[in-house]
């Protein structure tokens, strides 16, 4: 849809756009490239040399048997923060849409970790879980639990999970809420009068409605939980142990780290750029829809 | 902001007009707790001895987060003027030619006397090209110690004069504290590459890689899973199950474990003094790392740890001048010697250790020679001489990953310190292609 | 209500929603705990459920003095930078957003389709992915330790025009052909119209900007070498990585509710727009 009524004139709108098309080159397109121009090289740790390798950091990264196994646990990190948060989340929102009443009050009180920055709750979390003082571990100790992320990767990984999981809630619940308190009355109670159950209700017919919300959260969570708990994993367990908990974003980080693999770094983040333009082109048509309704 | 702050600041104590005649050298280091107020009272102590250069201490993190912190900012054309970085990360700054300004240089230039001579060999050999030019000054050098805790090994019903010498008597007494009540950790270590492979391969005079362990070039070869370091693992392994050994990370995060009395036996660096000394509230001492009396020649000797001041390149001769002055200010003897005292490090110059030994302290306090012992007790051999392996801070991320998978039961202790070596391997490679051209 | 409901289904959401509530407190229960206990109870794992009574000489020490074991930043001047750093990048994303979808919607010009491609081609591209060759670029432009350094990279923001583009779309054509025949030019109609209609979507885009800001992570961690340029977010980071010594958990905590303290409270202050803002920014 375009609009019918503008104005003309004929340098105005490169001005008022000058400022954001600057910084969009600057520091998008010009890193863009200089991240594919390293990819190419081979360079020192203090930039002094560098030589022009064609493709070798991809096809080492190709055949590092680690890059497989960081992309899976940068699945399962995913998936687990997605499953946990969604489920609670919605276990919530239908406790909190049963009760219309306190709803807003409940609302409150559990939204506010969505402001907590990812750093932060990592930090949080370390401090009930680390084996040595937290509270939590002590806790799993004494029930007889061999509490351990220091070298199990496994607890490890169900740490940060914890962590990120529970800064998402928040956000989760919000959408479910909305979406359940969207969903017109007079439907769950025609179902109510054909004598159908709670919990069948649920299945049957508020689930389904709510659909379109949680493949909405899904995706964002998965976002999330690409990008954005990079300071959740650095603070609790830096990738490990045993690169137990390094998702893809973590390893470009890491291997870039001290110099020591700059040119396999960028081969990565080429590859998640080509990734992530990818999911955004796939995303388009729901986003464009949105966008010109 | 930051003028006028620095203006109010000046303007406050009265002499506006010297403060900015000063000549700044930033100190990026990583030292922390007792040792971080070291750092902070020598730049204090300085500072108020003249008042041409103003060094500036700033904390960056862990070793690898300082080290990683200069590097970058020397990418970015924003070095800092002194860096300090722990010896692992020495072959990387001796690649980087350009990068960095000898400190041999360094001093013949500004004219400050600088008697290479005067320092210990065993410190400044492991920061010295093959011809003997120092090319980093050692600031605090240390080794890795066995710290035990007394009272515990008592309640135990062991001998704490006579504490465990070889790792079988570690194992035994380990199990016996575990069962007197120390559920979680019977002993325990930081540093985990350091204490398992690097000291564990010098001090059984095992070649931790060819070419005297990369001392005598870059082409070197690792070759650190030999039976006797397969059979230590698999040891550890085994005891990690029962809890009576238990990792304590790679770093030496995990240290608090055994002033907050958790671990009763430890093995990390004799610069944990300072914290030891601060915050145990026990009886302690620093004994010699344990061995297998069935290998030949045990125990040889260890190899330094610790961290040098790196000068960084490309600064102004009146900046030099200043760096020049601060190391010969840090090189003073009373000085050594009382840092000697105060941080648990070891002297770097000889007439500091001969002033020490003479005024009767080592008599008094054992646990602080253990280390010089270590590293002086038998002539080094080509095992134990040092080592000098490019990309040593990565390396020591994958061997750590290793022994973690190993510990786990992920691996056999076998195949973990193979991979450890066939992918340590991989990156020397690739550090031998970009280092020394 | 058709369906006539037992005590316990009148009490279960209830019970439910606490449960919840709780769950989701406690981190933060514990951290505002954790302030007020002596660093060696914390680190000898013996910390009480009940305060302690540190909490004083936590908060004091942390703000003003910092910690003596490590950065000895203190906090005081990081809350500076932090809210220095999200209220630039909050501000400077609505303002370049708003000019920018002004330019596309109301305006015809050569390049309009390639320009706004240009810019949604970043929407999901976090600085994250391209983190060295961003720090290398700032680092040519001498951004370093600089505030605009530590906010320009992230100022530019699809999200943000894309939701104004979309609300331009939704203003009724009438009040151009209205300010046209008042002889107003299209930045009188874009300050004196415009603006004003959009002032509670730039208010919910606010809220949810300055979380944005203030949580950021990684970024300020490679930019910021200087100690009086350090975010709050960055200054726990490095108290937690004591290498030798215990980490001082009283003020790691402590820190840690002054962290979270400003953008929670936003949140809680101004949840309707925060609801609005989250809504429609929907990523």
């Given at each position: 849809m375009e609009k019918r009524a503008t104005f003309s004139n004929r340098y105005l709108p490169y001005?008022?756009?000058?400022?954001?098309?600057?910084?969009?080159?600057?520091?998008?397109?010009?890193?863009?490239?200089?991240?594919?121009?390293?990819?190419?090289?081979?360079?020192?740790?203090?930039?002094?040399?560098?030589?022009?390798?064609?493709?070798?950091?991809?096809?080492?990264?190709?055949?590092?048997?680690?890059?497989?196994?960081?992309?899976?646990?940068?699945?399962?990190?995913?998936?687990?923060?997605?499953?946990?948060?969604?489920?609670?989340?919605?276990?919530?929102?239908?406790?909190?849409?049963?009760?219309?009443?306190?709803?807003?009050?409940?609302?409150?009180?559990?939204?506010?970790?969505?402001?907590?920055?990812?750093?932060?709750?990592?930090?949080?979390?370390?401090?009930?879980?680390?084996?040595?003082?937290?509270?939590?571990?002590?806790?799993?100790?004494?029930?007889?639990l061999d509490w351990n992320p220091r070298l199990n990767g496994t607890h490890a990984l169900t740490q940060v999970v914890l962590a990120s999981a529970w800064k998402q809630i928040s956000y989760n619940f919000l959408f479910f809420l909305a979406g359940l308190q969207a969903i017109p009355r007079s439907v769950i109670e025609a179902a109510a009068i054909d004598g159908a159950r709670a919990w069948r209700r649920f299945w049957t017919i508020t689930l389904p409605l709510l659909s379109p919300t949680t493949f909405f959260l899904l995706v964002v969570n998965i976002v999330y939980a690409f990008f954005d708990t990079f300071g959740t994993i650095d603070t609790m367990t830096q990738g490990g142990p045993a690169k137990a908990t390094e998702t893809l974003v973590y390893k470009v980080y890491s291997d870039g780290r001290l110099g020591g693999d700059l040119g396999g770094s960028a081969a990565q983040s080429v590859i998640l750029m080509i990734i992530v333009i990818g999911l955004t082109a796939v995303q388009f048509r729901f986003v464009e829809r949105r966008v010109t309704y | 902001m930051r003028l006028t702050r620095i203006a109010a600041f000046a303007a406050a104590l009265g002499y506006a007009g010297t403060a900015s005649a000063q000549t700044e050298i930033q100190w990026w280091h990583a030292m922390t707790g007792g040792n971080n107020e070291v750092v902070v009272k020598l730049a204090q102590e300085f500072n108020a001895s003249q008042t041409d250069y103003k060094v500036v201490p700033s904390y960056k993190g862990s070793y690898p987060d300082a080290m990683n912190a200069g590097i970058a900012a020397f990418r970015a054309g924003n070095a800092p003027h002194i860096l300090q970085v722990f010896e692992v990360g020495t072959a990387t700054m001796m690649s980087a030619r350009g990068a960095v300004k000898p400190v041999y240089q360094l001093m013949a230039e500004a004219g400050e006397a600088f008697d290479p001579k005067a320092y210990l060999p065993a410190i400044t050999g492991y920061y010295s090209t093959a011809k003997g030019e120092m090319l980093s000054f050692p600031f605090n050098s240390s080794s890795m110690v066995m710290w035990i805790n007394k009272d515990a090994l008592k309640k135990a019903g062991l001998n704490a004069d006579q504490p465990p010498k070889t790792w079988p008597e570690v194992f035994e007494a380990a199990k016996k504290l575990k069962a007197a009540g120390h559920a979680t950790c019977g002993f325990s270590n930081a540093w985990a590459t350091w204490a398992h492979i690097e000291q564990f391969s010098a001090w059984h005079n095992l070649p931790l890689s060819t070419k005297a362990n990369g001392l005598d070039g870059f082409d070197t070869v690792l070759q650190f899973n030999g039976p006797t370091q397969v059979k230590h693992l698999e040891n550890l392994v085994e005891l990690q199950k029962q809890k009576v050994y238990d990792y304590s990370g790679r770093t030496n995060s995990g240290e608090g474990r055994f002033t907050s009395g958790e671990c009763p036996i430890f093995l990390t660096s004799s610069g944990f003094y300072g914290n030891v000394k601060g915050n145990a509230k026990f009886d302690w001492a620093a004994v010699p790392m344990p061995y297998y009396p069935e290998v030949q020649g045990a125990p040889q000797n260890s190899i330094i740890g610790g961290a040098s001041l790196w000068v960084m390149g490309g600064k102004s001769a009146a900046e030099y001048k200043g760096i020049a002055k601060f190391?010969?200010?840090?090189?003073?003897?009373?000085?050594?010697?009382?840092?000697?005292?105060?941080?648990?490090?070891?002297?770097?110059?000889?007439?500091?250790?001969?002033?020490?030994?003479?005024?009767?302290?080592?008599?008094?306090?054992?646990?602080?020679?253990?280390?010089?012992?270590?590293?002086?007790?038998?002539?080094?051999?080509?095992?134990?001489?040092?080592?000098?392996?490019?990309?040593?801070?990565?390396l020591r991320d994958m061997w750590s990953e290793e022994l973690e998978a190993a510990l786990a039961g992920q691996k056999t202790p076998k195949a973990a310190l193979d991979a450890a070596v066939t992918r340590g391997n991989a990156l020397l490679r690739q550090f031998e292609r970009t280092a020394g051209r | 209500m058709v369906e006539r409901k037992g005590a316990l289904a009148r009490i279960l959401p209830h019970l439910v929603l606490l449960t919840g509530v709780a769950i989701v407190a406690f981190p933060v229960y514990l951290a505002l705990i954790g302030a007020t206990h002596e660093s060696s109870v914390i680190a000898n794992g013996q910390m009480p459920l009940t305060p302690g009574g540190a909490a004083l000489d936590s908060y004091y020490r942390a703000i003003v003095i910092g910690p003596s074991r490590t950065t000895r930043e203190p906090v005081g001047t990081m809350l500076l930078n932090s809210f220095t750093m999200a209220m630039l990048i909050a501000v400077g994303k609505i303002a370049i957003s708003l000019l920018s979808a002004f330019a596309v919607v109301y305006f015809r010009f050569p390049f309009r389709k390639a320009a706004f491609w240009m810019i949604f081609i970043t929407l999901m591209l976090p600085v994250e992915v391209r983190i060295y060759p961003t720090y290398k670029v700032a680092a040519d432009l001498g951004l370093l330790d600089t505030m605009a350094g530590l906010t320009l990279p992230l100022i530019a923001s699809a999200t943000a025009t894309l939701l104004f583009r979309q609300f331009f779309m939704t203003v009724p054509d009438e009040l151009v052909e209205a300010s046209k025949i008042d002889g107003a030019g299209p930045m009188k109609f874009f300050f004196d119209t415009l603006l004003p209609l959009s002032r509670t979507n730039m208010a919910a885009l606010f809220v949810i900007l300055f979380i944005y800001g203030w949580n950021q992570y990684l970024w300020p961690l490679l930019i910021t070498t200087r100690d009086d340029m350090q975010t709050i977010v960055i200054g726990i980071k490095k108290m937690i990585v004591t290498s030798d010594a215990i980490t001082e958990w009283q003020i790691v905590m402590a820190t840690a509710v002054l962290a979270m303290l400003p953008p929670v409270l936003i949140v809680i202050v101004m949840q309707k727009l925060f609801v609005r803002g989250l809504v429609e920014t929907e990523k």
């Amino acid at each position: 849809m375009e609009k019918r009524a503008t104005f003309s004139n004929r340098y105005l709108p490169y001005a008022l756009l000058a400022p954001q098309i600057l910084v969009t080159l600057i520091f998008f397109y010009w890193p863009a490239a200089q991240a594919i121009r390293q990819s190419f090289m081979l360079e020192d740790a203090f930039g002094l040399s560098s030589d022009f390798v064609w493709f070798e950091n991809y096809v080492a990264l190709f055949k590092d048997p680690s890059y497989y196994q960081t992309l899976w646990t940068t699945f399962v990190f995913s998936g687990s923060v997605a499953f946990l948060s969604l489920s609670v989340a919605l276990l919530l929102a239908v406790m909190a849409d049963a009760e219309i009443r306190g709803a807003t009050a409940y609302r409150t009180f559990l939204i506010w970790p969505y402001a907590v920055a990812p750093a932060v709750a990592g930090v949080l979390w370390i401090f009930m879980l680390d084996p040595s003082l937290g509270m939590v571990a002590r806790g799993l100790k004494s029930l007889g639990l061999d509490w351990n992320p220091r070298l199990n990767g496994t607890h490890a990984l169900t740490q940060v999970v914890l962590a990120s999981a529970w800064k998402q809630i928040s956000y989760n619940f919000l959408f479910f809420l909305a979406g359940l308190q969207a969903i017109p009355r007079s439907v769950i109670e025609a179902a109510a009068i054909d004598g159908a159950r709670a919990w069948r209700r649920f299945w049957t017919i508020t689930l389904p409605l709510l659909s379109p919300t949680t493949f909405f959260l899904l995706v964002v969570n998965i976002v999330y939980a690409f990008f954005d708990t990079f300071g959740t994993i650095d603070t609790m367990t830096q990738g490990g142990p045993a690169k137990a908990t390094e998702t893809l974003v973590y390893k470009v980080y890491s291997d870039g780290r001290l110099g020591g693999d700059l040119g396999g770094s960028a081969a990565q983040s080429v590859i998640l750029m080509i990734i992530v333009i990818g999911l955004t082109a796939v995303q388009f048509r729901f986003v464009e829809r949105r966008v010109t309704y | 902001m930051r003028l006028t702050r620095i203006a109010a600041f000046a303007a406050a104590l009265g002499y506006a007009g010297t403060a900015s005649a000063q000549t700044e050298i930033q100190w990026w280091h990583a030292m922390t707790g007792g040792n971080n107020e070291v750092v902070v009272k020598l730049a204090q102590e300085f500072n108020a001895s003249q008042t041409d250069y103003k060094v500036v201490p700033s904390y960056k993190g862990s070793y690898p987060d300082a080290m990683n912190a200069g590097i970058a900012a020397f990418r970015a054309g924003n070095a800092p003027h002194i860096l300090q970085v722990f010896e692992v990360g020495t072959a990387t700054m001796m690649s980087a030619r350009g990068a960095v300004k000898p400190v041999y240089q360094l001093m013949a230039e500004a004219g400050e006397a600088f008697d290479p001579k005067a320092y210990l060999p065993a410190i400044t050999g492991y920061y010295s090209t093959a011809k003997g030019e120092m090319l980093s000054f050692p600031f605090n050098s240390s080794s890795m110690v066995m710290w035990i805790n007394k009272d515990a090994l008592k309640k135990a019903g062991l001998n704490a004069d006579q504490p465990p010498k070889t790792w079988p008597e570690v194992f035994e007494a380990a199990k016996k504290l575990k069962a007197a009540g120390h559920a979680t950790c019977g002993f325990s270590n930081a540093w985990a590459t350091w204490a398992h492979i690097e000291q564990f391969s010098a001090w059984h005079n095992l070649p931790l890689s060819t070419k005297a362990n990369g001392l005598d070039g870059f082409d070197t070869v690792l070759q650190f899973n030999g039976p006797t370091q397969v059979k230590h693992l698999e040891n550890l392994v085994e005891l990690q199950k029962q809890k009576v050994y238990d990792y304590s990370g790679r770093t030496n995060s995990g240290e608090g474990r055994f002033t907050s009395g958790e671990c009763p036996i430890f093995l990390t660096s004799s610069g944990f003094y300072g914290n030891v000394k601060g915050n145990a509230k026990f009886d302690w001492a620093a004994v010699p790392m344990p061995y297998y009396p069935e290998v030949q020649g045990a125990p040889q000797n260890s190899i330094i740890g610790g961290a040098s001041l790196w000068v960084m390149g490309g600064k102004s001769a009146a900046e030099y001048k200043g760096i020049a002055k601060f190391f010969a200010f840090l090189s003073n003897t009373d000085r050594q010697a009382k840092l000697h005292q105060e941080s648990g490090y070891l002297p770097i110059t000889r007439a500091a250790y001969e002033k020490v030994k003479a005024s009767g302290f080592y008599e008094k306090n054992p646990s602080f020679q253990t280390a010089l012992i270590e590293l002086t007790g038998k002539e080094p051999t080509e095992n134990s001489r040092g080592l000098r392996l490019g990309n040593m801070v990565q390396l020591r991320d994958m061997w750590s990953e290793e022994l973690e998978a190993a510990l786990a039961g992920q691996k056999t202790p076998k195949a973990a310190l193979d991979a450890a070596v066939t992918r340590g391997n991989a990156l020397l490679r690739q550090f031998e292609r970009t280092a020394g051209r | 209500m058709v369906e006539r409901k037992g005590a316990l289904a009148r009490i279960l959401p209830h019970l439910v929603l606490l449960t919840g509530v709780a769950i989701v407190a406690f981190p933060v229960y514990l951290a505002l705990i954790g302030a007020t206990h002596e660093s060696s109870v914390i680190a000898n794992g013996q910390m009480p459920l009940t305060p302690g009574g540190a909490a004083l000489d936590s908060y004091y020490r942390a703000i003003v003095i910092g910690p003596s074991r490590t950065t000895r930043e203190p906090v005081g001047t990081m809350l500076l930078n932090s809210f220095t750093m999200a209220m630039l990048i909050a501000v400077g994303k609505i303002a370049i957003s708003l000019l920018s979808a002004f330019a596309v919607v109301y305006f015809r010009f050569p390049f309009r389709k390639a320009a706004f491609w240009m810019i949604f081609i970043t929407l999901m591209l976090p600085v994250e992915v391209r983190i060295y060759p961003t720090y290398k670029v700032a680092a040519d432009l001498g951004l370093l330790d600089t505030m605009a350094g530590l906010t320009l990279p992230l100022i530019a923001s699809a999200t943000a025009t894309l939701l104004f583009r979309q609300f331009f779309m939704t203003v009724p054509d009438e009040l151009v052909e209205a300010s046209k025949i008042d002889g107003a030019g299209p930045m009188k109609f874009f300050f004196d119209t415009l603006l004003p209609l959009s002032r509670t979507n730039m208010a919910a885009l606010f809220v949810i900007l300055f979380i944005y800001g203030w949580n950021q992570y990684l970024w300020p961690l490679l930019i910021t070498t200087r100690d009086d340029m350090q975010t709050i977010v960055i200054g726990i980071k490095k108290m937690i990585v004591t290498s030798d010594a215990i980490t001082e958990w009283q003020i790691v905590m402590a820190t840690a509710v002054l962290a979270m303290l400003p953008p929670v409270l936003i949140v809680i202050v101004m949840q309707k727009l925060f609801v609005r803002g989250l809504v429609e920014t929907e990523k």
